[in-house]
């Protein structure tokens, strides 16, 4: 079994074909994608077709599932996989749903032990707007000042669930006996891919909300002029979605964000599943 690899453009992501992912896949199949991720952190698939089993079992081949921080959302029957959307109950609008996740972030990096990669499946979707954003953070690196990188080399960041600059949506998101309320962690502002050895800033204005030995003032002035020079629009992967898409992105390489502007009305519902840590079965 095999797939074809076509680059998007200058983007860091492309598209995937030859595979349907409802079926069981060998874990050369899932090795392959996971290097196809080391250079190329956003992989594109079109129309496929997963049901809550099959999604679980595709992205549990690529290793353990994380059972997200926001618990109202998790899939009832397994906690390793999430609903995003924007349809709440009783079929109003949720607004949470809209709004969530729509500034710079990668996923969980308010965890001691952030995870490796992100998988969305779209089942329903607005016919304009409503995309998803990333951009790649090796990238941004390479192209930041060498007295800034050098900088930033001896730099902590500290992570909390929606205490960065950029996150007013995430207030009150959990309840106060949710560690990740009051816990910082400390993640280097200048991570080393574990597959690639590639220098990665990590640092995003959702969780990131100071840098050790700085005051509050200076740590927000820096991610927001990180995340400033991060977002430029040739570096922007912009994910315009259909129903049966299928993405896998690198946690650890990128920061992603719903881009947020479409009509609340409309439907858009997907499955997510975060992997913790890449474990192919032999
Ligand atoms: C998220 C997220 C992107 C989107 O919920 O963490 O990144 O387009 N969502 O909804
Ligand atoms: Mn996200």
């Known amino acids: 079994m095999s797939f074809d690899t076509t680059p998007i453009d200058s983007k860091p992501a492309a598209r995937i074909e030859g595979l349907d992912l409802s079926q069981p896949l060998e874990p050369a199949v899932y090795r392959a994608l996971g290097q196809t991720l080391s250079n190329c952190p956003v992989l594109v698939f079109h129309g496929q077709d997963l049901d809550a089993t099959a999604f679980h079992d595709f992205t549990r081949g690529f290793g353990p599932l994380q059972e997200h921080v926001l618990h109202k959302y998790r899939h009832a029957e397994y906690p390793g996989l999430s609903w995003l959307t924007n349809v709440a109950a009783d079929e109003s609008v949720d607004e949470f ?15 001691a032990a952030p995870p490796a ?9 607005p016919p304009t707007g409503g995309g998803t954003l990333f951009i790649d953070m090796g990238a941004v690196f390479d192209r930041l000042a060498p007295a800034l990188q050098t900088r930033l080399r001896g ?17 009150n998101s959990l309840s106060d006996d949710q560690a990740e309320n009051h816990r910082d962690v400390f993640h280097p502002a200048v991570t080393r891919h574990p597959d690639s050895g590639r220098a990665i800033l990590y640092v995003n204005e959702t969780h990131t909300h100071k840098f050790e030995g700085m005051t509050k003032t200076d740590s927000i002035a820096l991610v927001n002029d990180l995340v400033a020079q991060a977002v430029q629009p040739d570096a922007i992967y912009h994910h315009q979605w259909t129903p049966g898409d299928v993405l896998i992105w690198d946690e650890r390489s990128t920061i ?26 032999e």
């Open 97 to 111: 749903g809209v709004r969530r996740a729509t500034t710079w972030h990668s996923d969980s990096s308010y965890t």
């Open 117 to 125: 990669l992100g998988i969305l499946h779209a089942y329903e979707t």
């Open 155 to 171: 730099l902590i960041g500290l992570h909390r669930h929606g205490a960065g600059p950029g996150s007013e949506m995430y207030d």
């Open 256 to 281: 992603h964000r719903g881009e947020g502007d479409y009509t609340p009305t409309e439907r858009r519902i997907m499955l997510r599943a975060i992997v913790d840590q890449i474990s192919i079965r």
